[in-house]
């Protein structure tokens, strides 16, 4: 059971995030680029992953990911006025873990999120592919400092930068009430991870905790 909802909010007029399911997968992307480049890009990617996706296996997901980076270099090339267009995406599948058992394939390219609601408890299970994030991994800002920073939308990996695209990928094992939070920095710049753990607390119908989200 799933739901997902999101909003422009009180500054920009036009919104750059899209997202998508089918039966097993969700995929989220956050676009950048001018006129409406990062618009379609974000549209994109999401459409090329859940239509290249196999259904099998984390690797499956791995390349529909790259099927999706690919298409949309592809569409940059062929029109000039979506030229430098990129997104983020973050995913998560179900599929048939390497195990042989069932397992949950997660991915993503970028700074939106995957995180795990368990007990209670929020865990960010992906790790941000920006400036700041790779200035927290040295030692060299804090988390705090890091949510402040100017320089925090700045991402050092996004589809539709360069051929050879890294994604990174984890498989986690499902865990009967776990619940699994797929967001773009436009939620957590702007909650506390504390703030959202409540909102998850309090709402258990996946509807109702989007949109209050």
């Known amino acids: 059971v799933h739901a997902a909802a999101t909003h422009v909010g009180r500054v920009r007029h036009s919104n750059q995030d899209d997202y ?33 996706f196999d259904g099998s296996s984390r690797i499956g997901l791995v390349r529909a990911v790259v099927s999706a980076n690919r298409a949309i270099l592809q569409r940059s090339v062929s029109d000039e006025n979506l030229l430098g267009m990129g997104t983020t995406i973050s995913a998560v599948a179900a599929v048939v873990g390497e195990s042989g058992l069932d397992g949950l394939a997660v ?19 992906t790790d941000d592919h920006s400036l700041v994030a790779d200035l927290v991994r040295a030692g060299e800002l804090t988390a705090e400092e890091a949510a402040r920073h100017p320089q925090r939308n700045i991402l050092t990996r996004a589809l539709g930068i360069e051929d050879d695209l890294v994604v990174d990928t984890w498989e986690l094992l499902p865990v009967v009430g776990d619940r699994y939070l797929l967001c773009s920095d436009g939620l957590f710049n702007e909650l506390t991870d504390g703030r959202i753990t409540e909102i998850l607390g309090k709402c258990a119908d996946p509807i109702r905790a989007a949109n209050e989200l």
């Open 20 to 52: 998508g399911s089918t039966e097993g997968l969700c995929v989220l992307a956050d676009g950048m680029g001018g006129h409406r480049g990062g618009e379609v890009a974000a549209a994109l990617a999401v459409s090329t992953t859940l239509a290249h």
């Open 107 to 125: 991915v993503n390219v970028g700074d939106s999120r995957v995180y795990r609601y368990s007990r209670g408890g929020l865990t960010q299970v």
